[in-house]
């Protein structure tokens, strides 16, 4: 999902590997999903264009692409091969008259239809009602490699710098009204897991992979007796998810790709979220040379050291992200401490004002921001440090 409900173990999904020694380049990878649209606005499916490139596949609602790279060295080459496949799917949608939406929440009041599926069968039912909210939720999925004997460190960072979701909220609204900076994330994490909060929320800090294996095995136990009990066979569930793909916390280990995943972006311009798997990967590459300890509430990436706050203050941190995104002078100050280039990252939620939409509004809105799109992909791109 882009923490989306769709199958972890998909046999087109390519992801780093590890590498042999720290002075290889870490490589990323970048899964994006974009809604749909006519040329009235309105939701529509994909259809061809899926066939646009590689790496272009269906999501588990019917309107929704998702996009992926392969596991990319530098940013200048995931930049480049992100943008040259939107730009395939593009010139396919023109022919469709269709267009590419990049909002986490489509804004719209209606119902979001899903694709045939049993994996998508067997969440609806143990989520029940809430698995409505997911539907409304695209997203942005950043893997990188883990970094040989920091795994741990790796994933324990992530989980502190989550509160830079704030830098590329794209979505205010949830059918028609305003709820939050960055809805997508507070309809995923706060309302369609409330039953299951340890599924969809976000985990302390990891103290090693022990740890790491015992959290996801008794998640795993859960998702499955919860299954059972809403009426599904336990060799079924067994057959369709297995423990990794099961788990939808916002931080994971990805063991079956050695990588550490980031789900909780939410999509964006493209130009955002390259700019955003850039300082993501910077902050990794300072492991190989510094201490990585928690300590206190406030945070800083040195020279030195990463200083990771105490699992409370992230928690904080990340609400306020949700709640107000870059209006939070707090999350501004946490991030900047944390190494990221606040300034430089627009995020669309600031963008949007109005408190509700009408249908007509919710399309005009899709229309624009698809605009923006194309814009964003043709328009050469700065060079970005990598």
Not at 68 to 95: G, H, Y
Not at 122 to 138: I, K, N, P, T, W
Not at 354 to 382: G, N
Request: aromatic share 8%.
């Amino acid at each position: 999902m882009s923490e989306h409900p769709h199958d972890n173990r998909s046999p087109n999904r390519t992801e780093p590997v590890s590498r042999s020694t720290s002075s290889d380049p870490i490589r990323r990878s970048i899964e994006v999903e974009y809604w749909v649209i006519d040329e009235d606005g309105r939701l529509t499916e994909p259809g061809d264009l899926v066939e646009a490139a590689p790496g272009v596949e269906r999501e588990f609602t019917a309107p929704l692409l998702e996009i992926k790279t392969t596991p990319c060295e530098t940013t200048a080459e995931l930049r480049e091969e992100l943008f040259s496949r939107l730009r395939s799917v593009l010139r396919e949608a023109e022919k469709a008259n269709k267009g590419l939406v990049p909002l986490a929440t489509p804004a719209q009041h209606g119902p979001i239809e899903d694709r045939p599926s049993e994996r998508t069968r067997v969440q609806d039912r143990v989520l029940g009602e809430q698995f409505e909210y997911v539907r409304h939720c695209a997203g942005t999925h950043i893997h990188v490699e883990q970094q040989p004997g920091r795994k741990i460190d790796q994933l324990n960072t992530f989980i502190a710098l989550d509160p830079a979701l704030a830098l590329v909220n794209s979505s205010p609204y949830f059918r028609g009204s305003q709820l939050a900076d960055g809805a997508r994330s507070q309809l995923y994490r706060w309302m369609a897991y409330e039953h299951l909060p340890r599924q969809g929320r976000l985990w302390p800090y990891v103290d090693d992979n022990e740890d790491w294996a015992r959290r996801i095995e008794r998640r795993y136990g859960e998702f499955v007796t919860r299954a059972v009990f809403a009426g599904f066979d336990r060799g079924n569930i067994e057959a369709s998810f297995d423990p990794e793909g099961a788990v939808w916390t916002p931080v994971q280990l990805r063991e079956r790709f050695s990588t550490v995943e980031w789900r909780s972006p939410d999509t964006a311009l493209p130009s955002e979220i390259i700019r955003l798997a850039d300082e993501i990967t910077d902050v990794v590459e300072r492991l190989n040379e510094n201490e990585v300890r928690i300590e206190g509430d406030e945070g800083r990436v040195t020279d030195d050291a990463i200083v990771l706050p105490r699992f409370d203050a992230v928690e904080e941190y990340v609400e306020a992200s949700i709640r107000d995104g870059l209006a939070s002078e707090e999350v501004r100050s946490y991030l900047d401490r944390m190494g990221f280039d606040v300034s430089a990252f627009e995020p669309l939620s600031r963008e949007m004002d109005t408190e509700s939409l009408s249908v007509e509004e919710a399309r005009e809105l899709r229309l624009e921001y698809a605009e923006r799109l194309k814009e964003d992909v043709q328009i050469t791109q700065p060079m970005l440090a990598d």
